[in-house]
């Protein structure tokens, strides 16, 4: 029964998605859902991954780690989607397959270390504040060619793409053009810095997300949608 009710949640956002990127000329394949979890419990979010969510996202390391521990590294690829702090590089590392937020150069070394200890190549997306919020982290959009050229040089990180998280408003076609400008900026980064992995987009969430695909999105991170409502514990 828990089963059933998370698929009845999953397919029909799997529909709106494949919708999406039809009025772009996209396929759906090329996409990967998300489950943004934070606050959502292991014994919940289970029956999700039983019915075919294959990438979670957490926002805090600590209830992040309890999860993968107690479900399971093997049964879902997990992203950490938050702002991380480089006390807690060593942590991601270990746990996540996926950082999103990497910002700033010296995180990104505390990383490439953490994984060069792990004997692993942490893949990661560098995170653009698109509307430049003092109350937002993320590289700003002017700095982000230099900080993946620096990054490029990092022998344990693999720079996968673009992760941006617009400034909210409750029309999601007026989240177009920042989608629009992580596109372009992703482009311009991996043109300029000759790095072909460069080609993920993770943007969109549960209000803009059919919007963000129509702009190319690789990767939307969604939480409401496929859990409720949630009343964040931090």
Known sequence: MIESQALERIAPLRERMARA?????REASEVLLIGAAKTVASERLLPFIQSGLHDVGENYVQEGVAKVQRIGRERATWHFIGSLQRNKAREAVT??????????LPLARSLDEAARAAGKVQRVLLQVNL??????AGCAPHAVLELARACAELENLQIEGLMGLPPYHPDAQMMRPFF????????????ASGQSTLKHLSMGMTND???ALEEGATMV????????ERVSQK
């Open 21 to 25: 990127c039809r009025r772009a000329g």
């Open 95 to 104: 746990h996540f397959d996926w950082i999103h937020s990497v910002d700033r």
């Open 131 to 136: 509307g430049e919020e003092s109350s937002k």
């Open 180 to 191: 629009k400008r992580l596109r372009r900026l992703r482009d311009e980064v991996r043109e």
């Open 209 to 211: 997300f059919e919007v």
């Open 221 to 228: 991170r969604v939480g409401t949608a496929l859990f409720g």
